[in-house]
């Protein structure tokens, strides 16, 4: 179950892991992962949109909050979120987003990667958490899926 009550509120596709890497870690972790899923064709379609001055933000952000947030008596320790180009698409202010919560358990890291998209993005949203997770797996051999599908 997802433990953010911000999170709860979107839509999407949400794989749990738990690592023994360090909170410390995840950002490296994250660049890794949005290296991972950023192909050479988003970042054309956002080089395209930064020419064709689209009001997309592509990049690294802190996911907001949402007005529940405060009522949320499990806060993750740690939030970070991408915005990338939908492919070639990108260049027409499409993009897509991942965020990563991480909470620290002691001796573990929960982390949920989350793909947020409509009916039509599940696939997409799948072999992005896919790629999150290898990532992780190159960094923590020992890191586990708790919950969502990473096939």
């Known amino acids: 179950m997802i433990k953010a009550k911000g999170i709860k509120e979107m839509s999407g596709t949400t794989t749990v892991l738990t690592t023994n890497l360090a909170l410390s870690e995840m950002e490296t972790v994250f660049r890794q992962i949005a290296k991972a899923i950023r192909t050479p064709l988003s970042r054309l379609g956002e080089m395209g949109a930064r020419v064709n001055k689209r009001?997309?933000?592509?990049?690294?952000?802190?996911?907001?909050?949402?007005?529940?947030?405060?009522?949320?008596?499990?806060?993750?320790?740690?939030?970070?979120?991408?915005?990338?180009?939908?492919?070639?698409?990108?260049?027409?202010?499409?993009?897509?987003?991942?965020?990563?919560?991480?909470?620290?358990?002691?001796?573990?890291?929960?982390?949920?990667?989350?793909?947020?998209?409509?009916?039509t993005g599940a696939a997409h949203a799948k072999r992005s958490l896919r790629k999150g997770f290898e990532v992780f797996q190159k960094s923590d051999s020992d890191v586990t899926v708790q919950e969502g599908l990473v096939s």
Do not use: I
């Open 55 to 119: 009001s997309v933000e592509f990049g690294f952000y802190t996911p907001s909050e949402t007005p529940f947030t405060s009522l949320d008596d499990d806060p993750p320790d740690f939030t970070v979120g991408l915005t990338y180009g939908a492919g070639f698409t990108g260049q027409f202010g499409n993009f897509r987003t991942m965020h990563m919560y991480v909470w620290n358990r002691g001796e573990k890291r929960e982390v949920h990667l989350h793909v947020p998209h409509s009916f």
